[in-house]
């Protein structure tokens, strides 16, 4: 059983940055790849980036390449997303999503843990 809390969404102008942070609970964190989905008014939860158990391979949604990063801490149970040249269309709720396996996935069905989602506003 894994429980998932994020952090450190905000309202941020177009062109900011934000870091958002995952707290895992759970001995086993370092066997799960970590995702961060997001879920924007009237639309459908997507994918934005996952990261396998090491940290050693990523992916990115190509509305995100290049402006996000994903990193986790296996020593601290953590996950981050940092999200830079923000824009509008970013806007959303994001969660943090942990899957039982070793390699990152892209659909939200093959994730079993959820967070509650922190909110980001991107001003334009």
């Known amino acids: 059983q894994v429980q998932l809390v994020e952090s450190g969404g905000g309202l941020v102008q177009a062109g900011g940055s934000l870091r958002l942070s995952c707290a895992a609970s759970?001995?086993?964190?370092?066997?799960?790849?970590m995702g961060w989905f997001r879920q924007a008014p009237g639309k459908e939860r997507e994918f934005v980036s996952s990261?396998?158990?090491?940290?050693?391979?990523?992916y990115y949604a190509d509305s995100v390449k290049g402006r996000f990063t994903i990193s986790r801490d296996n020593a601290k149970n953590t996950v981050a997303l940092q999200m830079n040249r923000l824009k509008p269309e970013d806007t959303a709720v994001y969660y943090c999503?942990?899957?039982?396996?070793?390699?990152?996935?892209?659909?939200?069905?093959?994730?079993?843990?959820w967070g509650q989602g922190t909110q980001v506003t991107v001003s334009s």
């Open positions: 999503a942990a899957r039982s396996v070793a390699a990152g996935g892209r659909n939200s069905y093959e994730y079993d843990y």
């Open positions: 759970g001995r086993t964190f370092s066997s799960y790849a």
């Open positions: 990261i396998n158990w090491s940290g050693g391979s990523t």
